[in-house]
């Protein structure tokens, strides 16, 4: 697909601004090294190639073939590439699985006629491709109209081809070289997560920007981001239907399925991949990635011309979490010699002085990076650079400032016109006009590089599968047995048939006891009058368990029962909620929260795809809004983190174990006790298979 | 100050790229219509000027002076403008109250012997003010070096002058014109409060740009904003100091001190002013305003080229809450005809179409008024109105398919250049380059447009002043009857001094009833066992109170005991938090929240300046984030929210009524039952004085 020696182009027209001639005209504008056919039967010659009537009748097999007709006449092509032993199409029309039933069919017509002759299909309703390294334009992208992209280690693959155009287009203006450009709209074959997982591994790639509406491949997908975390190459990724709307519009726009949007959440997370909110912050964490290496960013350092901004910067320094250590007293008082009425701590307030003296801006940086040991210094200088009294002076003082420290990343902040730019970014630093999005890409580079330095701790234990589940809600004595089996920590719990029994129940568990009515019919068994709490002598556990017979019997008199089940009384404690389902896309995703108003009123869960580890476990707890409450905010005891994230780990092994077998487990609530006392399940559900069930 | 009829520089400079000689050379070259004088004792001429070598032999005196010396020849020169009654004089030199304690008293001389001349200060440590009508410019902002503005509807007024200087430039690239500029620096007479009331009476003036440190005059500042809404004149701010060191940076900057930054944002809210968290954010809002009347935007259209760009809108749409409607069904089959593959519901997909077929652009944008009946439409066109071939076509249908809705907001997406951006701005379209951030501006532009229709409704009854309140700790019995008094529910309780009366209370009361140690020295009453609950016979009540005193006395042997209190065992309802605070800059401010975790981890609470009215209390509650919890989320009962609201007007006409005399009132928890059925404020807290108090 990227690395073609031949190139054919079917439906190819003479006139280059049409979309069916611009693959053409692009190919041979840029000077494409291998054969450039045109396949036209209704023409002769196509922009001064000779037309052949069809593949059949090409001199030689293209390796690869752009077919540009319309959606009726796909197929034809399809099989002719495949007669032909073409290796890979490309299929840009429209009218397929985005449209309609008929559409849909057409596509699987295709999809068969490709597979079944080894033909590999990129498309059908997309852009087509480009490898900006040998001229290779399969592609009407009218972007192009303006030029080519200068080759470089940026990767683009996306399932919006319009939205590739874009990016590229942008990319270009910001000197962000684009070297492999992918979009691969219905995916009826090559998915997004393939071609991501060729980039990881080439060595030209050094970045990758990734749009997706909804991935047909989640273990591939996840798979290529696990392997692009390894060999160190940030992913950005703009995903869209976050939104009901966003997710309307994806699926009718390339007939995506996505999953739950919180799930690519937990995926990217996990994966180290940066998700994107807008087209502009891939592109600002994009330059900083394609322009330096990703190192963890722990001391920023400030350089600004204003004060006020200084200011503003430290706020939004805040924002992203990158701390500003102040600088040492004595660097203080000598910075304080040179401009005594302004800030020097960090930020380096040089003020308008900074225009005059030039030792000021040298002495600035060189503090910061010497005596400040910062990893990053973002300079706000305003209009100063493109001013051409000062510029060159400026620019001098700030190289000279930086010497001797090559690897800190340096950001400029300034307004200004290309050439300035360019200059700057050759002497080593980047540049962004706001300095809002210049701290913003900092801080994503800076997650970029502690990813990659803990992606080598992170190794989960292998999954055995585990027994089949039937395809059914189990009742919580089930559920209790198979969770405690799988490593989740259970109250000593009896089942009873009869009022004896419970007595005798609750006499060898000891008093107090709760009893609660056991039944797959029965979710809400408080409201049916089917809890009993806080026992305390053997004839209230008998008596309690009639009444609750009785109650139970009233609100659902066809509800199949089980039993009556006693249990002690648990101590009160921090109660959790740790759960997992299994995801249309990723398969089974572990959920944790607190419980109460933490997940009811703030949706307050961490996600991640299962199984995980107790590190990841760990940092999920972490990552809670609550989270203080766990560590032990005012004045409360910590809970015992590390018992809950056994759990965590333990449920999620039981989920990723089952796989498609389970359709939904929950502990709810897991009571937490302080530090050293571990946790406890006192309630649970399970329900096997994959499709719906109606309680 | 902005309207001089002659302009005298003091400390003028031959050399036009100075500090010193660039007013000169500005209020030169911009040909200000009046006398332009220049003083220098050492030079005979400056700039073509005659130089006179002092205020005083100058022909008249002038309206205005900028005085551009050292800090220590300020003074000088500020008595020389008050024995010659000069009106305003601008003072530029740093080194003044933003250093140190010398610098502080040289500004306080400064200004009492303005004070004294009947001189008004702008400055020190300002960058000075220009009117770009008349070509007043005195100021040295080096951003002018390289042209003027071209006067227009923008003012700005800011406390950093370099931040100024900044947002001129960006704002006439922006094709966003400056009328009127004020730096205000260390604010030692003319404050942003002042210039601000100014600029919102000035017809020339559309939309103000405030930049903020801290603010001196917290009730100016405010009442200039509510009359900017009233004269319905947006107002963007940005604040700095929402992080630590953004505060300190500020503070060592043009020394000004800030009360709590949380303060501001509830000011800000409740004047219906904008709060940017960006310079870029603060200059797309103010682009929108200056050429938009601002409007609810109620029902946003979306026309795209790319159906990936379309789903992201509707994402950010979602995120700043702003409806895409549906189009209709008949609609979207005429729109269907035209483009058969792509969405039509709204987002409209032109796709790549509508670069050949412009009836398709003008269709959409014509359905989407006329039959989606929407406020504001955005157009997504990439690159397309910047490319040669299409670019002409797109525009004409664009126009023809808004024409007939001239009030219809319309904003383009679109990577152009300059000469593109002025063409479409010509034919009253708006232009962005990111969809986010043109979102996010049309968000901006309704809740101006809603706050503006919504101001009218609004005027809480006038305070009547309460009597003073003493330098201390009121005891709960105190403060519960001051607060009763004032209109919040409390209990029915008696305090009792010994056994007997605890009992005869507890009769009179009714039993169940609740003891609780009343003195103003023990503020954490159950630590101290000084509570006892549900208590159910005269009994245990006995018991209880000389349990109680036992206890109290043990814990706290030295503490002044009023008796004990005795409530009735309140219901359970859903807790919140009440109270008011005194900011140093704005007053009493009233706080409302849900109690427990979501005070104590999420810090959820919502804060406005006091008093407020029932439509601002009802606000405050609905824009919490667990609002749900109270709005009867999951089966709950809806709680009564007219009782709490007016329960929460009450404490802020209390907290009002006291003012200054008043440090802090809570009531903690303030119960409330299900709708109908009212509050009950269980404990209060009230503390009087201006000073902090050790408890």
Chains 1, 2 share one sequence.
């Not at 994966?271 to 960013?297: F, H, K, M, N, W």
């Not at 650079?385 to 620019?395: I, M, T």
Request: aromatic share 6%.
């Amino acid at each position: 697909l990227l690395n073609p020696r031949s190139v054919a182009v079917v439906g190819a027209s003479d006139d280059p601004t049409k979309i069916s001639g611009r693959p053409l005209h692009f190919l041979l504008r840029a000077e494409f090294a291998g054969p450039i056919y045109a396949v036209n039967p209704s023409r002769e010659q196509a922009q001064g190639l000779r037309c052949y009537p069809s593949i059949a009748e090409l001199p030689r097999t293209p390796d690869l073939v752009l077919i540009a007709v319309p959606a009726q006449a796909v197929l034809d092509v399809v099989r002719d590439c495949a007669q032909s032993g073409v290796p890979v199409a490309i299929v840009t029309s429209a009218g397929f699985g985005e449209t309609d039933e008929d559409g849909r069919e057409l596509q699987r017509k295709i999809c068969a006629a490709a597979r079944h002759g080894g033909v590999r299909l990129l498309g059908p309703n997309c852009l087509g491709a480009f490898n900006a390294f040998t001229g290779m334009y399969a592609t009407f992208s009218q972007t192009l109209m303006s030029g080519f992209p200068t080759a470089g280690p940026v990767a683009v693959v996306t399932q919006s081809g319009a939205y590739g155009s874009h990016l590229a287009f942008l990319s270009q203006r910001r000197n962000l070289n684009i070297g492999f450009w992918v979009t691969t709209g219905n995916e009826a074959d090559i998915t997004v997560a393939e071609v991501l997982e060729w980039m990881v591994d080439r060595p030209e790639v050094q970045v990758i920007l990734v749009y997706v509406e909804g991935v047909r491949d989640g273990a591939a997908f996840r798979g290529a981001l696990t392997r692009a975390r390894s060999n160190r190459k940030p992913v950005i990724v703009l995903k869209v239907g976050r939104s009901a709307d966003g997710t309307r519009m994806a699926g009718s726009h390339t007939g995506a399925l996505s999953g739950a949007d919180e799930v690519y959440d937990a995926v990217l997370r996990q994966a180290g991949a940066y998700r994107a909110g807008s087209i502009e912050e891939q592109l600002d964490v994009g330059y900083v990635c394609a322009r330096a290496t990703p190192r963890p960013v722990r001391r920023l350092g400030v350089v600004t011309v204003s004060g006020g901004v200084g200011a503003h910067i430290c706020d939004v320094a805040a924002t992203y979490g990158l701390p500003l250590p102040r600088l040492p007293r004595p660097v203080q008082r000598q910075l304080h010699q040179m401009v005594p009425y302004a800030s020097v701590a960090n930020p380096v307030d040089c003020t308008a002085a900074a225009l005059q003296d030039t030792a000021l801006t040298s002495a600035a940086f060189r503090a910061l990076l010497r005596d400040g040991a910062c990893d990053a210094v973002v300079g706000f200088f305003s209009t100063v650079p493109s001013n051409a009294v000062f510029a060159q002076r400026l620019q001098e003082a700030m190289i000279s400032g930086v010497a001797g420290y090559p690897a800190a990343l340096l950001v400029i902040c300034m307004v200004a016109g290309p050439d300035t730019i360019s200059r700057y970014e050759e002497a080593g630093a980047l540049v962004f006009e706001d300095p809002n999005r210049a701290v913003r890409a900092i801080a994503a580079l800076g997650r970029f590089g502690e990813s990659f330095e803990s992606a080598l701790d992170e190794r989960p234990e292998p999954i055995e599968p585990l027994g089949p589940l039937e395809p059914r809600a189990y009742s919580e004595v089930e559920a209790k047995t198979l969770l405690a089996a799988a490593g989740v920590p259970v109250p000593r719990e009896l089942l009873a048939h009869d009022a004896d029994e419970a007595a005798a129940a609750a006499r060898l568990i000891g008093l107090p006891v709760a009893l609660k009515i056991v039944s797959p019919d029965i979710v809400h068994k408080s409201d049916a009058g089917g809890v009993a709490l806080a026992l305390t002598d053997i004839d209230s556990v008998r008596d309690a368990h009639d009444s609750i017979l009785t109650a139970v019997h009233r609100v659902h008199p066809t509800a199949s029962v089980e039993g009556v089940l006693v249990s002690p009384m648990a101590a009160a404690g921090t109660e959790l909620i740790v759960g997992a389902k299994v995801d249309p896309t990723f398969g089974p995703v572990i959920m944790v929260g607190l419980g109460g108003v933490f997940v009811e009123t703030f949706r307050d869960v961490a996600l991640r795809p299962a199984p995980v580890d107790h590190s990841t476990a760990r940092a999920m707890l972490s990552e809670l809004a609550g989270a203080a409450v766990l560590e032990g905010a005012r004045g409360r005891e910590p809970a015992d983190l590390d018992a809950i994230a056994r759990c965590v780990v333990a449920v999620s092994r039981f989920a990723a174990g089952h796989g498609e077998n389970l359709r939904e487990v929950e502990v709810n609530p897991l009571v937490a006790y302080p530090k050293g006392q571990g946790v406890l399940a006192l309630d649970a559900m399970l329900v096997g298979g994959t499709e719906e069930i109606t309680a």
